[in-house]
């Protein structure tokens, strides 16, 4: 392994990058991030120094996203919606809050521990 140096000053600095892949961080991935960041911030550290912090979001934002549409499945089955057509403003107020239940429970089990 060959390192190039900066000169700066009097001082030689090592150039050194961490290959970082290009991933896509959704709004999950994000909140992990700036929980990360504001609480947990060892662990915040160590995946940044090693690399993996947008791998790690990443994997976070797809796994929250599937494990709401698995909840939101399951939901739907135990309380159904009402007839769309009939009454439009209850049916969406009642996917709402699957929805938003849903969501909180994967912030509480994926995103904030």
């Known amino acids: 392994m060959e390192l190039t140096y900066t000169l700066q000053g009097d001082y030689l600095i090592p ?15 994000m909140l992990r991030k700036t929980y990360l960041k ?35 499945e399951k939901m739907l089955t135990e309380s159904p919606p009402l007839d769309k057509a009939a009454n ?10 699957l929805r938003h239940s849903a969501e909180e429970t994967v912030l509480a089990e994926i995103v904030y521990s």
């Open 38 to 72: 504001n609480h947990r911030k060892g662990i915040y550290a160590s995946l940044m120094l090693a690399g993996k912090l947008n791998g790690h979001l990443a994997e976070t934002d797809r796994t929250a996203k599937e494990r709401i549409e698995r909840i939101m």
């Open 88 to 97: 439009p403003l209850s049916w969406t107020g009642h996917l709402n809050s």
């Open 15 to 29: 150039d050194l990058t961490l290959p970082e892949k290009a991933a896509h961080i959704g709004k999950y991935g």
